[in-house]
């Protein structure tokens, strides 16, 4: 049953739905604003999900800008409640983590290995995000485990958290990666300064660090010294 005031996509002709077009053509047929309005399944007042999923990429610009919203972007915007937008957050999610199983028990035998497991997981961030890619023997990638988010020009990186989560989870090597949603992946300073700190706790319990990198959209860099 639709919410009072809203309009279902079951209220458009039979050859309009998005869900039986998905049926009867499949995924790759649909366009961007039909998938969105079935992950919507509902409009809002007199308007109709395909309307309202139209209304939310054209407000963002894109997918990839809509996949890089927060909860709180989306609540309260073109009649999303919280259901809606909890929704639309949670698929782009899967989406990204869906894109970095590929990845996984590849072998890590240098940066571009790092750069390659996280750039689906850090796509469309508006935040700076760090993950740490946790190594078995043989450097061969068992876990990437996120660690923590900050402010658009800013991320805490505290090198005993990440020490601490490798041996948590049986790690013997390690990597570490955080997104510059600025689109500049030069190092910081402080990513530099925290870089070394992270390699001299990591020679203190015998763990072996692979990398820090620095990713953008289209671009990487080291931030630990050669």
Known sequence: MAESGTTRIADLPGSER???RLA???PGSLSDQELLAIILRTGGRKIH???LAESL???HGSVRDLAGAELDDLLGMNDLGPAKASAVVAAFELGRRS???SAKRMVIRGPDDIALAVGPLLAGRAQEEVLVLICGSGNRLRQVVPMTRGAPDRCLLVPRDVISTVLRHGGT???VAHNHPSGDCTPSPEDKMVTGRIEQAARTVGLNFLDHLVVTETAWASAKEI
């Open 24 to 26: 009867r053509l499949g």
């Open 99 to 101: 894109g970095g199983l």
């Open 57 to 59: 990429l054209h407000r």
């Open 18 to 20: 998005p869900r039986e």
């Open 49 to 51: 999900a395909v309307d």
């Open 173 to 175: 090597a390690f990597a």
